[in-house]
């Protein structure tokens, strides 16, 4: 791996991204699974911009603007809003007459992460086979831990959240509100979700889509809900907290805020 200088080299906001994640190694950790994801998020903005589905389209450049936010990848994020802004308004002139901007400096972006990857070490070889050995009287059965639900379309967000508390409690994500409603169902007999993150912003099926779910269930108060939002709009705001969430905690935020909130969040449940 190269230097962390390689990167403020070219232009990228390291020092201010580090605020947020606290340190290096987080950094490092995370900026792997941006690397990994990227060229998936990418294609499936091409897909609805073929498609000239301007409200998924906007969703989508929207996360990759929050995830560009997170890394310091601001000509790419400034890219990304404008196209979030535009495809907003339905303005398809816009986007079509910048997309390839947007690819050409995303696929930048790619290649740089890339490159700042490029000199890892190779693997280490395989270690030889162990003999067997009499088997170990059984463990204990582990005592169940308590979920927290991050439900949001950013695969940066879902991996930060899950590094932070993966410690201390069992994390199940979910990219759309669908995917959200069904690890709802799967935890809604056992009572073990202590709190549920939730974008308002997703693809296909929204976070609204679970608001309602979770009320018409009268399940808001053993599943209390703190939203992650980037830049909702006041109405969606304003109509999210008429379900009687914790919080709201804006993208894009650091270890000890979301600390702060799942703690809070945590502690409203019935």
């Given amino acids: ?89 339905s303005n398809i002139n816009f986007v079509t007459a910048n997309y390839q901007a947007l690819v050409t400096k995303a696929n930048e972006i790619k290649n740089l992460v890339n490159e700042y990857f490029s000199d890892d070490p190779a693997p280490a070889p395989a270690a030889a086979p162990v003999a067997p050995t009499a088997p170990a009287s059984p463990a204990p059965a582990p005592t169940e831990r308590g979920v927290i639900l991050v439900a949001d379309d950013s695969e940066v967000i879902r991996l930060f959240v899950k590094k932070i508390f993966d410690a201390e409690k069992d994390i199940e994500i979910a990219q759309n509100g669908n995917e959200a409603i069904e690890v709802i169902k799967k935890y809604q007999t056992t009572n073990r979700i202590e709190a549920i993150l939730l974008d308002l912003n997703m693809p296909g099926s929204d ?38 969430i914790v919080d709201m905690l804006n993208k894009p935020f650091s270890e000890a805020k979301i600390k702060d909130a799942v703690e809070k969040t945590i502690a409203q449940k019935q």
């Fill in 207 to 244: 976070g609204f889509v679970v608001l309602d779910y979770l009320r018409d269930n009268n399940l808001l108060g053993s599943m209390p809900v703190t939203i992650i939002s980037g830049d909702s709009s006041s109405d969606a705001i304003n109509r999210a907290f008429t379900y009687n």
């Fill in 1 to 89: 791996m190269k230097s962390i200088d390689f990167l403020r080299e070219h232009n990228v906001a390291v020092d201010q991204s580090l605020e947020l994640f606290g340190d290096i190694e987080t950094y490092n950790e995370t900026l792997v699974e941006f690397k990994n994801g990227i060229e998936g998020k990418l294609e499936r903005i091409d897909k609805f911009f073929k498609e000239a589905d301007m409200p998924n389209y906007a969703i989508l450049v929207h996360s990759l603007k929050s995830d560009c936010k997170y890394f310091g990848f601001m000509d790419l994020a400034d890219l990304a809003y404008q196209h979030e802004l535009e495809s907003k308004a």
